[in-house]
């Protein structure tokens, strides 16, 4: 299994322009993952006259 990355900062005691920026910085990683899980798609999609259409959404998890 994969070691988990364990939060260390509280969401919560963030003010909205700290949350904001964390955001802006996760998306920036999150947005290639996103990206090559279309690219890898449409290669199946494409002889079909089909393409894949995905986004995601940054929510808090229910994990803790």
């Known amino acids: 299994m994969e070691n988990q990355r364990v939060r260390t900062i509280d969401i919560e ?16 990683k999150v947005s290639p993952i996103v990206a090559k899980a279309i690219e890898d798609a449409n290669k199946f999609l494409n002889p079909y006259g089909l393409s894949a259409k995905i986004g995601f959404e940054i929510i808090e998890s229910t994990q803790k």
């Open 13 to 28: 005691k963030l003010s909205s322009e700290q949350l904001q920026a964390i955001e802006a910085k996760l998306i920036n």
